[in-house]
């Protein structure tokens, strides 16, 4: 019990008291608003009181910092060790294009890399693919091959400094390129850290960024995982994902039970193979979440994350080692909170959000610049972006003290709530027979689809307010300078390629794809061959190719 | 021949789906046009394919445009999707899984909304695969969900039926009793490699042991179908399902079958052509100016019954041309 | 005679799987009464004028969020107007800075609507545009 007999009775004495005097003040003063609910449609009572924690038990559902369920934390220390990594997503242009911006970041204070590269890049297409048309190096940086990567990478010192690279498909071959590239520059594999996002079961749920189908996909990501265990040990070979499942317009509660049922179904895969034990493993698998505008839904979603995680690793998985049951994840502010209009207003918001993250005790952080609604972000709308993460580090007092909000009524109850609403949705999926099957039968996409319309028409009918979209819009703009990257680019990218592709040693590309080939048929890990091919610079295409081949292609199964 | 007519028969398709949209719009002028096209239909194969929503009847639709591909032949594809009984409007679904053969000139692909009016679905699809059987189109693929009585009459069109069923649904047998055994010609058990299909081919091919049948009838083949993402394998048992059906073209030819199942769709055809001139027009009218609503009024206070009523409008309308 | 029915594609051409609009705009047609197919992520421009004629719809609108607007719209027009189905209205959707706006309209492209653009106002011009057809 959370609170004494005692308490609970003063406390049930109490509210009846304020529920009488509630009741009066509303006969002459009603509520602004019919309805106080969270972005994501969860009802929010008018007060939360002892009451709403008599089935906690402190020991049980909160405990320490560092110590099982992790709700307050993984680490004993909390921000006073380390604030958390100031990690910028950014990537546009070429190579050399993105070190520059990369290289000005490092002298700003920014602690890790995050990668962002073109679609084509993305989907496993080069640059001269005629799917790549009008998209090169547009929406990130434009990779075909190693020389492209070692271009990206020019004087970063890759023993220091983390990087992060949000690439999925075709993860294998970008992790490829940074294991020869730090072969190349004399830093040992065991030495350099860093994340691939590499988690394909969100695009199949919601980013929509595919190349083979759901099965083999796993595969693949199981495959790193093995090869980063064994040879990689400082690297997250896998971020589990709910960003982008919340950006598709699913809810909170959703964005947490799909993200961490995506993460049994990973563990589940690798233990299939029956070749590592789970604390083998765990501690290296990492996850990305979303910081949207509701202050305490989201700091309470990231607190159940926490503890859900830990539950389903030491109850479902028997892990042992602490940090197998660590939640580490990263966050990124929400794109699809921010507004074309009055673009200037998206600094508050991500503001409020990198708070909640902060609160919610992220590892990791990407804050949005405010041009990011509108083109890729200018170096200055960046720079604002960063220090807004510096000014919550080292002015607001945060970082003073660990999980500040535990034990307020609200927040744990929250948090409760949100854990528990999680488990529903977990355990549907393991009736389905997993995440797989559930794609299969497109039961998350269309919940995800569902919660997006409801939003959708609730701002319609300003249900929902978005200030200068549906309440607040003015004439008078205060116009951005928007960032545009040359058709050249895109041009002079082809040339290179071309160019690459007349000097090469074709056999030995043809020898190593055929050799990538044979493992992916006969089930050998595809990591070293990789490695190999990349090195007689395979393009990215070429690689991903022989994966289409063995493995297939999944097309959109277009649901809505 | 018209030049409408002639740029149907040559496969154009931007004439082909304007028609197609003239006829589900149910302009006037479509109708004569369809009268001109008319003599240049029939030569085509129709292959229905129905089952339950989530059988995966797109997906092994867009297998089998393939394995027609190989074979050379042009194919028209005839898609339903159910409206929406709330604004009239639909989404339909089913193209986005034949994507790949969007830009391929011997496919023509084409959604059908249900919408639901006066039953008048199965004219729109027998209309639509007219239309496709102009152009030319060697095979006409017609994808239907469900087992309601509209889709059983659009199903019938076909001049061979396959039957998706798969494993874990729930309701296998259940419709199966609910009379598809008596309208399949080929079974498919989708996504065979689920826990319960082995099961479910034994139950069915039980049933199908127990029907009554000559030596000489045809007993519909069951093809158990894998999974979609082993491209080998699912190649193979699409390729076994395209041969089943060709057998059981051949069957229709030899046992004279085929005659009558022509006979069947032709008397289809004249019935629903009939609604449509006489049925449709009535209603159409009653419903515009309010008479139909009036005549309910008096057959609920039972002031009359509503077959003196329809006589009298029948006998009206033979008459004059006009129901009121 | 009976009214035509309003047929539109939603198509989502390139490489972003941004499809929480057009899903979302796919779902408010058909409450609108429309029918609509929409094509699902990840095409060419090639499939989706040949999907739009194919179908016979009014208006095919175009989603993208990945910058390459100024290529892919322009040429899913082009391709129609080869095909002798320039009556097809195309109208665009996404982030697209108001500084292409000229260059889409020039193109061809007959409206386009950004974020924060509202359902209604979209069906409204889709009703007040399309009627004209026939």
Known sequence: MYFSDETQKASRKLTEQWQANVQNTLKTNTDWKNRFSTVSDLDIKRLYTPEDLQNTDFARDIGAPGEFPYLRGNQVTGYRGQPWTFRMFSGMGSAEDTNARWHLLLREGQTGLSTAFDFPTLMGYDSDSPKALGEVGKCGVAIDTLEDFLALIDDIPLDRVTTSMTINPPATVLWAMYCAAAEIKGVPLNQIGGTIQNDMLKEFIAQKTFMCPPEPSVRLISD??????????????????????????????????????????????????????????APRLSFFFNAHIDLFEEICKLRAARRIWAKVMRDRFGAKNPRSLWMRFHVQTAGCSLTAQQPYNNVVRTTIEALAAVLGGTQSLHTNSLDEVLCLPSEHAVEIALRTQQILAEETGVVNTIDPLAGSYFVESLTNEMEAKAWEYIEKIDAMGGMVAAIERGYPQMEIADAAYTFQRQIEAKEKIMVGVNKYATEAQHPVPLVEIDEKVGEEQIRRLKDLRRRRDSRAVSQSLADLRAACKNGANVMPHCITAVKNLATEQEICDVYREVYGEYRDPGLY | MTQNTQKICAGDVRSASRLIRDLEDRRPEARLRLRQIFPHTGRSFIIGITGSPGAGKSTLTDALIGELRKQQKTVGVLAVDPSSPFSGGALLGDRVRMLRHAEDEGVFIRSLATRGALGGLARAAGDAIHVMEAMGKDVILVETVGIGQQELDIIHHAHSIIVVLVPGMGDEIQTMKAGVMEIADVFVINKADRPGARQLRTELASLLNVSPHGPQDWIPPIVSIGNLYEPENFAKKTAELMDAVAKHHAHLVVSGQLAERTERKAVMEITDALRACILEPVLERLIADGELKKIAKRIQSRETDPFTEAEAIARRFLKTGEPS | MPERKIRVMVAKPGLDGHDRGARILARCFRDAGFEVIYTGCHQTPEQVAAAAIQEDVDLVGLSCLSGAHRILFPRVVELLREKNASDITVIGGGIIPEQDFQMLYDAGIQAIFTPGASLDSIVDWIRTHIQARN
Do not use: C
């Open chain 1, 224 to 281: 790193t995982v093995e090869f980063g265990a064994k040879y990689v040990p400082r690297w997250n070979p896998i971020s589990i994902s709910g960003y982008h499942i919340r950006e598709a317009g699913a809810t909170a509660v959703q964005e947490l039970a799909f993200t961490l049922r995506d993460g049994i179904e990973y563990v589940e895969d690798i233990l299939r193979r029956k070749k590592m034990s789970v604390d083998d493993f």
